[in-house]
């Protein structure tokens, strides 16, 4: 790793002289501002009327991360005249889901697993880029893609962290690593990092995925300019029998039973969700779901579990809490409070309130006091049945136990796991007072199957239930013990067919009222894309089926549809140089069930080549990439090398450890197995066992597998693909993996 790095460094100072004569050029034709050195972000700056305007100075364009922007040169009158200014292709082909960062005509973002990009934001040429040197290890217990969701840019450096966890602060102006930390506590489980880092005062601050992989959450402070650490705070307690950090660690312990499964970490990770109030000098964290999923499990004898699916003020300065206030009190649902945060001020009971919005995956929208954490409003924004409502003066979820508790038999919850908004930011436009955001509303069949004395799966997925997304649901079926259908068939849920299908759709909501103004409908409820508002009464957002939209903020009318032939999720952003307003957009599918190509996306089509993707009035047209060719004939696998007994246990051991990357369906991201090639089946255990393939993001499963195992799987997938070729070389043109789409099954 330590060359890797050294070479990483080597190719960002060859780019040097590049860069500062792309620099020069750009003083004098121009891109790059000549008032401040590049990447120059302070407090200042961040406070000015250019925040959100012509500069785009965080990921949600200002302080408050509102996704909105006071441009509007682009408005409802002339946007159809958009048109592509420039393009950028990353050379990658997993997700983006980064909004860039645009300070003085240079665009900064990232890509794949943490690479970061610096592009003069006028044309897309390249000034700089940089790729870290990523153990390829922790792509086994990365939940969701080798995603990544922004850099920051503070004072001259940007900072990132790369999925493996190595926090990296890059100098603006040429992309030379200035310091590097390991944010990773423990590289024996199975952390991640996948969120953009948040400056803090004097600090960075940065969190990790991971919470279903054998993980204990925290966040960690770093000195901007030394990378030292200076505190770090640890979101549930190690265990009644291990020192607490702090006192509030001592308060979370007495939520949670002593005999809960301290060994499998608890969860609680911070992998997105954060943002910094300078005047409070409060940064607010949002934690992640519980591990394992079922309290009876995690936390036997029950409990609120803190600091769980909770949004927490900490003092930048010390790591201290200033407050907490948790969402949904023993989390079981997967119901993670990391999704993106407003900072705004309403008027609320004619008194003008510092707020913090947001909307996480329980499908209650938040708005909470930000001095202090008292709870103004939980409005209903999506088909939510676990809890009917959130009292106000408890700030405590009214749960609906018949519905939601899964502990005694199988339940139909909802929203599913996918949340009723995720990660894809919403924004907020402070004139119209609306939230606009993608929004989904499907449920999740959910069952216990793990009792509380199973093994930890060191490094690897400890959910302890079974969630089927309810879409799929008689599909599955047949693939389900008797009994849990019989339960689900009783349940009324399972009554509303229609219901079950699920949907995704843009909407303009008043969190206030919970009033929807309208609501466009999606091609799927998988297809949702981050949002863009404008003051030009304009909301841009991506799409699966690889179309760029502009909407009529005040109805939600369809103003713009340009084709451009990939897939996103991403949210849009915008900025002006020289009196040009731009619209940019990270392009390529990735992300939760970034392996499941769907047959309306883009990406079934056209593959899943990254991009970056600007837009100018009176721009051209926007290249289509080339079709896929047909896939023809699936290739004969070899003889088998094992027997019945060893086919069911390799699909068991693909079921539990593979099947999350590997869908198996025509035009999947992660190679299809059914169609693996006589070279990769004779080099079946060299990619397995050795990791031949880890520079593509397949690494070893040595200390997972042994040789056993190795050839049951391999005795799994060549029954597989022989059953495959056997149907499709016959004319069969349907799709099916054979398998349900189950989240866990352990």
Known sequence: MALASALSMLHCRRRLARALLVSVTALTGSAVSAEFPPGWVNGERLASPAAGREQWLTTGGDAGKSHYSRLARINKENVAQLGLAWEYHTGTNRGLEATPIVVDGVMYTSGVAGRVYALD?????????FTPAVDMQVNRAACCDMVNRGVAV????VYVAALDGMLYALNAASGEVLWQADTIVDRGRGYSSTGAPQVAGKVVVIGNAGAESDVRGYVTAYDLDTGAEVWRFYTVPAGPGSAAESAAMREALATWDPNSRWDIGGGGTVWDGMAYDAE????YIGVGNGGPYPQSIRSPAGGANLYLASIVALRASTGEVAWHYQQTPGDRWDYTATQPMVLTDLEIDGETVPVLMQAPKNGFFYILDRRNGKLLSAQKFA???????????TGLPAIDEAAADYSSGPKIVFPA?????????MAWDPERQLIYMSTAEMGNLIYELDAPDVPRRARRLNHGAALIFSHDLEAVFPYLPPHITAAVEQLPEWQDKEGLKGRSMLKAFDPLTGEERWSVPTSGWWDRSGVLATAGGVVFTGSDTGHFRAFDADSGELLL???????MLAAPMTYEVDGEQYVAIMAAWGGGGWSY????????????AGRILAFRLGGG????????????PVPEPPAQVGDAEDIARGQALFMANCAICHSNQERSQAPDLRRMSPGSHAAFELIVMQGLLSAGGMPSWDDVFDHDDLRALHAYLIDLQAEYAKRKNSGDESDSSGAPTVISTF
């Open 121 to 129: 934001a006028v044309t897309g040429g390249e000034i700089w880029t």
């Open 154 to 157: 503070w004072q001259g450096k």
């Open 280 to 283: 409070l000098d409060l940064i």
């Open 383 to 393: 088909r939510t049945n676990w809890a009917s409502h959130v009292d106000l003066e």
């Open 417 to 425: 796991t996918v949340g009723a908004h995720n990660w894809h930011p």
């Open 561 to 567: 549809e340009l084709e451009v032939g990939t897939s």
């Open 597 to 608: 190509p769907h047959p309306t996306s883009a990406q079934y089509r056209y593959g899943n």
């Open 621 to 632: 047209p926007v290249p289509i990439p080339e079709p896929l060719p047909p896939l023809g």
